[in-house]
């Protein structure tokens, strides 16, 4: 039997689109049983107590562990997979990740790590389709990546636990693919160079601890505007959160989620922004969460 632990992760993080992303120390859990034969999957979402039907071929656990068994050529004659889902699916907040890194770690560790981590990570990222999630996912923490004819390289940066990342999640779904496609084809040079300089700057704001300049950092103009109008008081909510003390905003990964980092007055910025939704007819709650600097790790 293995139990294994993966974080939530927030990607873009404002100017890194496709690029920054951060662990949170929100988690799925999947255990792994052998059993006689077949395979059996429960999948609890722990939060509201729901059992979810999910058919295996959207079942991102069970695709990612056959990758590796399909790869190595391994197999194990039958498996009980128990899911305990805390990451809420849909919401910007890394849940497709979780499954896929945890999938892929897990199939590995059972068919001998025989996989070296640089192709599990590269194997995550042609599944997930960017790196900014399932690299964080899997080694916690801040992330840079880059993917270029080489592959994928990253540089991970371990955060300051006092730093706070509060997760607004409002009550409804928004996939990937649809805010994908709000995006425009063409942007304009002012724009990249715009989210160039906010991008270096907020790397060297957690590199040096100097939070002073998160605002400006977390300024985008590559997706967040698109994306807001799929979310009802958007911007009421970001300026709801700077109101109450946050030191930086911005959606998180492909929303509906908004994250705000703060290092006082938790809970007034929660609330003032569960407010801000309310005002919006959508109702939301907060996590206070932080960074996870360990990611993907295998805890039984
Ligand atoms: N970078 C991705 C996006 C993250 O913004 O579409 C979503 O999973």
């Not at 139990?3 to 999947?30: E, H, M, Q």
């Not at 996939?175 to 425009?184: E, I, V």
């Amino acid at each position: 039997m293995i139990k294994i632990r993966v974080p939530a992760t927030s990607a873009n993080l404002g100017p890194g689109f496709d690029c920054l992303g951060i662990a949170l120390n929100l988690y799925n859990y999947f255990i792994v049983e052998e059993i006689g034969v077949g395979l059996e999957t429960n999948i609890i979402e722990e939060f509201s107590g729901r059992i979810l039907d999910l058919a295996l071929e959207d079942n991102l656990f069970v695709q990612a562990m056959k990758k590796v068994f399909d790869l190595t050529g391994q197999r194990i004659k039958g498996i009980r997979i128990t899911e305990k889902i805390n990451i809420p699916f849909a919401r910007g907040l890394g849940s497709s990740a979780s499954a896929v890194v945890a999938g892929l770690h897990a199939a590995n560790y059972l068919t001998g790590n025989t996989i070296k981590e640089e192709d599990l990570l590269e194997l995550a990222v042609a599944m997930e389709g960017h790196p900014d999630n399932v690299v964080p996912a899997y080694k916690g923490g801040f992330v840079i990546n880059v993917l270029s004819s080489n592959g994928l390289s990253y540089k991970k940066l371990e955060l300051d636990q006092e730093l706070k990342f509060i997760v607004l999640i409002p009550d409804f779904e928004l996939k990937t693919n649809a805010g994908r496609k709000a995006l425009p084809e063409i942007l304009t040079y002012s724009d990249a160079v715009f989210n160039i300089s906010r991008a270096a700057l907020l790397t060297a704001s957690f590199y040096d601890k100097n939070y002073s300049n998160l605002r400006t950092a977390m300024e985008d103009k590559l997706h967040q505007d698109y994306r807001s109008r799929l979310i009802p008081g958007f911007y009421t909510v970001l300026d709801a959160a700077y109101n109450a003390g946050a030191l930086g905003v911005a959606l998180s990964g492909s929303g509906p989620t908004l994250i705000a980092i703060a290092e006082e007055n938790l809970d007034e910025i929660g609330s003032s922004m569960v407010n801000a939704f309310k005002e919006n007819d959508i109702n939301s709650r907060y996590l206070v969460t932080r960074v996870d600097n360990d990611g993907c790790t295998i805890i039984d």
